[in-house]
């Protein structure tokens, strides 16, 4: 069982699907800055002076003994826009790859190793000079 689990651990797939992840969540780290510390706060300066992350409806005040019950409408406004973000540069970066995909050139058709008797209409080597069914010359 453990060489079998090796022997998938160590597939190509599943190597890259890792470094995929670990990529992904380091680019989602970068995007969440950006929408935080370079996005919103110009956002929330139009807006009034509004900080998105302090945006919150209040459920249940806070006691001595318990914490505000809150729901943060501001984090999750955050949020959607890292989300939109993330989706953006994603769809930017498979639509240059099929791009790329697509401006490869086709190969060059292969030379044709057959032509045709024109007696018999048999197919025969290129560099025939004689038919090998009819027996005339071409």
Not at 24 to 50: E, H, Q, T
Not at 75 to 99: E, G, H, P, S, Y
Not at 107 to 135: L, Y
Request: with cysteine; hydrophobic share 50%; proline share 7%.
């Amino acid at each position: 069982m453990l060489k079998e689990f090796k022997e998938f651990a160590m597939r190509g797939n599943v190597m890259d699907m890792a470094v995929g992840i670990i990529i992904g969540a380091a680019f989602g780290k970068i995007v969440s800055s950006f929408v935080n510390d370079v996005i919103m706060p110009p956002i929330g300066y139009l807006l009034g002076n509004v900080d998105f992350s302090d945006l919150v409806i209040t459920m249940k005040a806070a006691t001595s003994e318990t914490e505000a019950v809150v729901i943060k409408y501001g984090a999750f406004i955050n949020t959607v826009i890292d989300f939109i973000i993330v989706a953006l540069a994603i769809f930017m970066v498979i639509k240059q790859m099929n791009r790329l995909k697509k401006a490869e050139p086709a190969p060059a058709p292969a030379e044709p190793t057959t032509k045709d008797c024109p007696k018999c209409f048999s197919d025969i080597p290129i560099k025939a000079t004689r038919c090998p069914q009819c027996t005339s010359e071409i």
